[in-house]
């Protein structure tokens, strides 16, 4: 095997169908993490004596983290763990506010952060001192993230796309720096998602050069192999974002940490080979997979020479044996085609005459689609990691298992079968070897658009389910990924969105833009569209006086607010609850409980409904006369106490009045002075008006003992200081007077002030 290096790429290829290798250039560690890595090795020979700590790995490579925990130098999470000798700051960098607070704790602190992280930290340090609020565009967990928000003394804002740009308020001024490892296009996509959300936008470029140029390396070699290595951590930021690139160029990507991981059917002969590594892989890991590569590739070349020699007899030994035995296939698809065909007698003239036209017309049936078109095609295998699609070319398409358009916990084969027709999006061709890179998730997506704008054009009402809550409101899928700012959940506020998680939601797109896959919907619009139709058909409908089923949705001092159908909602007030004095709501109905109530009015114009309870409970008034006579003497409860008396509840709805006069035999001053609210007395029924449901009661009468009547005393001038107290001059008609005069006037008013 031989290994040829040109322009920081290596080679090799052995036999036609042997394997071509080629490492992307810029693979391995940048000049952040060597930098780490020698400040690591450095204060490892430095401080033999004293325990040295880093805080977090310091880089995102499990087997150089365990290289240095041989050193001596050892992994803690928090400063916290560490009480003494020295701390490395790895590549990442931390929040100064953590270097502060190793220092306090008389920690040497050796900072291996990253220049190009330092500067992103210094930058975003600046703009919020000079006013502005601090976006950040990264990954919110990333160690490298957090530093950079600690920066801003977590005054800062972290997006990872312009989805959660979209939902930032209206500022004044905002300040834009990138994780270091974030692709350029999304973070131009970030700033201009921001451009009209403020007066003034300012934004530091603050992406490595150097990662910048691994992906764009990473990137066009992905689209010329056929299998792209990626190799390097997979907690490592910048190597995943790798794998993420290799696999949209069409690639079938397999990211790696050791070259143990690698398995032989990941290659096929002939196949081109592409290497690259994220900036935190060490050169000797790359080694490893390279050396690798050649023992597989002896054992794809004796499955090769296995498989020729099946398709040869012996006499074809020659070099040229496999173009043969290909034209000998294909003259054989065409010969079953002629089989029934008459014998014809010819020569062999006539017969190279014939053969050239019929395999010309041969290849004319394989027709290759042109990249970025949707074609429909027949599925013909499917495996874990691919399934084969026949699209009308001497070989089948391949869809990578990232282009399938998986949901999480999916497999291929429970999404398509053999014998499937389906459409996709041809992602890539190879004209010269017919083979081509199929995308379903594509096809889907173009086919998603199109009825995203048919369904926008139209006004119509999509149904989606909610897959995940995020900052600001809910994912949905609607095709591709589409948001429900937190506003447009529901008519009201809603406290925990997490409740709509899985759940189907009917919208309507507020706002649709393709190039910027940008998808926001409603749910709101929906239910107020479908709240004002069932409002106007109440109104309609209904009539004062109709008896409805409804559900108490909320209390209030002066009533509670009942649902009568599809959210349409009425109010029913405290005093139309019971024929009694009700003091709150609560004291006899609760949120979610479900009542009976009579519609009292609909006003169409301010759109108001009032709603009654008591009217659809029995009147206790009704035929009152029978169950209570003047001159019985009952017990009730005090109820209230007001300044010319006492109401007492003989049962609920049927209150009677204690007049002041009429509370002791002596004088009263203060109703308080002989009863409260509360107590329960006996009393005496003085007079009944039915027509008014009114009812005259005395405490004193009821207490009185019975005393045998008095002989007719006949009257006599003077001050009556002869007479004995029941017989004061005062005629019971004159105390239903009296009392009669306080129920037309002072009541009233009471009950009047009350309401």
């Not at 925990?69 to 763990?81: L, Y």
């Not at 008459?342 to 042109?370: C, G, H, K, L, R």
């Not at 049962?651 to 004088?667: T, Y």
């Not at 006949?714 to 029941?726: A, L, R, S």
């Amino acid at each position: 095997m031989c290994f040829v290096a040109a322009g920081g790429q290596y080679y090799w290829q052995e036999g036609k169908d042997g394997l071509i290798v080629e490492l992307a250039d810029n693979a391995g560690f940048c000049f952040g993490v060597k930098r780490a890595i020698d400040a690591a090795m450095k204060t490892a020979e430095e401080h033999r004596d004293v325990p040295i700590h880093t805080l977090g790995p310091l880089i995102h490579s499990p087997q150089t983290v365990a290289r240095l925990a041989d050193m001596g130098i050892q992994v803690a999470d928090k400063i916290d763990e560490i009480d003494t000798g020295v701390v490395i700051i790895r590549s990442h960098g931390v929040p100064p506010q953590t270097i502060q607070h190793a220092e306090g704790k008389g920690l040497q602190v050796v900072d291996a952060t990253c220049p190009f992280v330092v500067r992103a930290m210094t930058w975003a340090a600046k703009l919020k001192e000079d006013g502005y609020q601090v976006i950040i565009v990264g990954d919110r967990d990333h160690p490298e993230v957090i530093a950079i928000l600690g920066a801003t003394d977590n005054t800062g804002v972290v997006v990872g796309n312009p989805g959660e740009v979209a939902i930032l308020p209206i500022a004044p001024s905002y300040g834009v720096v990138a994780q270091t490892t974030q692709s350029l296009s999304n973070f131009q996509a970030c700033i201009m998602e921001l451009v009209g959300k403020a007066q003034e936008v300012k934004f530091y470029d603050t992406i490595c050069t150097a990662t910048a140029r691994r992906q764009q390396a990473a990137r066009e070699l992905a689209s010329r192999v056929d299998v792209m290595l990626v190799v390097g951590g997979r907690n490592s930021a910048n190597t995943s974002r790798l794998a993420q690139i290799c696999q949209e160029s069409g690639a079938r990507t397999y990211h790696i940490e050791t070259d143990e991981e690698m398995e032989s059917h990941w290659f096929q002969p002939g196949d081109r080979v592409g290497i690259t590594a994220g900036a935190s892989t060490p050169n000797w890991l790359i080694e490893e997979v390279v050396q690798r590569m050649t023992e597989f590739e002896g054992m794809q070349e004796q499955e090769v020479r296995k498989t020729q020699a099946v398709a040869v007899t012996e006499e074809e030994t020659t070099p040229t044996a496999e173009a043969e035995t290909v034209e000998t296939e294909c003259t054989e698809v065409l010969d079953t085609e002629t089989a029934n065909a008459p014998a014809v007698e010819e020569t062999e003239q006539d017969a190279v005459e014939m053969e050239a036209p019929t395999m010309a017309q041969y290849d004319e049936t394989f027709i290759t689609p042109s990249q970025g078109e949707i074609v429909r095609g027949k599925v013909v295998q499917v495996s874990n990691d691919e399934v084969l699609v026949h699209v009308g070319g001497k070989s089948e398409g391949r869809i990578p298992r990232h282009e399938l358009g998986l949901k999480s916990g999916e497999e291929p084969g429970d999404k398509l079968a053999v014998g499937d027709e389906i459409d996709v999006y041809v992602v890539r061709t190879d004209d010269s070897e017919g083979s081509v890179v199929l995308s379903k998730r594509r096809a889907d997506q173009a086919k998603a658009w199109e009825e995203l704008e048919e369904i926008n054009d139209n006004s119509e009402i999509i149904e989606a389910t909610v897959t995940e809550r995020v900052k600001g409101g809910l994912l949905v899928d609607v095709g591709v990924r589409g948001f429900v700012p937190a506003s447009h959940v529901a008519r009201h506020y809603v406290e925990d969105l997490e409740t709509y998680v899985g759940k189907n939601l009917r919208l309507k797109i507020i706002e649709l833009d393709k190039q910027r896959n940008n998808v926001v919907l409603s749910h709101k619009e929906v239910l107020e569209e479908e709240y004002a139709a069932h409002k106007e058909e109440i109104f309609n409908t209904y009539q004062p006086g109709d008896i409805v089923d409804g559900i108490v949705r909320r209390l209030t001092d002066f009533g509670a607010f009942v649902d009568i159908g599809s959210g349409v909602e009425g109010l029913l007030h405290v005093s139309e609850m019971a024929y009694s004095r009700v003091g709150h709501p609560s004291d006899i109905l609760s949120e979610g409980e479900e009542i009976k109530v009579m519609i009292l009015n609909l006003d169409k114009e301010s759109e108001r409904i009032s709603l009654g309870l008591k009217q659809t409970l029995p009147d206790p008034w009704e035929n009152i006369g029978s169950k209570y006579h003047e001159g019985d003497v009952v017990e009730g409860e005090v109820t209230r106490t007001v300044d010319f008396g006492a109401f007492v509840k003989l049962e609920d709805g049927v209150e009677g009045l204690v007049h002041i006069s009429q509370l002791a035999d002596r004088h009263v001053a203060n109703t308080e002075e002989v009863v409260a609210s509360g107590d329960v007395v006996k009393v005496k029924i003085i007079s009944i008006d039915e027509e008014a449901r009114r009812i005259g009661l005395s405490i004193k009468e009821a207490q009185r003992k019975a005393k045998p009547k008095a002989a007719p005393v006949q009257e006599t001038q003077g001050d009556g200081g002869n007479q004995e107290p029941e017989s004061s001059g005062v005629t019971i008609g004159d105390l239903v007077g009296d009392l009669g005069a306080f129920f037309n006037n002072d009541d009233d008013d009471e009950a009047d002030d009350e309401e």
